[in-house]
């Protein structure tokens, strides 16, 4: 079973930057669509960016977008979310989630696609 587990999450403020991790084990083949899920207390967890570990394809949340990065180490198994420019709304508990689905349908948008998840790394953002 593909296990996943985040770190690099803390405390910054608003225009600062974080580098999460996500390092992943227990899985077979190499297709695998990865992303980044947030969740602040009281809301609904909500997609971040993904990609696609084939091919490197990415799509990011309208709010991320310019700001946020989604990259890959395949020789490390290791999925990254480079933060810059951060603000308070950027807060929350942030989870790496993968899943074995066709290379179209790899989109932050289609959580029930992901089956696996990590436990979280919390993002807190001071203005």
């Known amino acids: 079973q593909v296990q996943l587990v985040e770190s690099g999450g803390g405390s910054v403020q608003a225009g600062g930057s974080l580098r999460l991790s996500c390092a992943a084990s227990?899985?077979?083949?190499?297709?695998?669509?990865m992303g980044w899920f947030r969740q602040y207390p009281g809301k609904e967890r909500e997609g971040v960016a993904t990609?696609?570990?084939?091919?490197?394809?990415?799509d990011y949340a309208d709010s991320v977008k310019g700001r946020f990065t989604i990259s890959q180490d395949n020789a490390k198994n290791t999925l990254y979310l480079q933060m810059n420019s951060l603000k308070p709304e950027d807060t929350g508990m942030y989870y790496c989630?993968?899943?074995?689905?066709?290379?179209?349908?790899?989109?932050?948008?289609?959580?029930?696609?992901?089956?696996?998840w990590g436990q979280g790394t919390q993002v807190t953002v001071s203005s």
């Open positions: 989630a993968a899943g074995k689905v066709l290379s179209g349908y790899c989109t932050y948008r289609l959580q029930a696609r992901f089956p696996y």
């Open positions: 227990g899985y077979t083949g190499s297709a695998y669509c």
């Open positions: 990609i696609y570990t084939i091919g490197g394809s990415t």
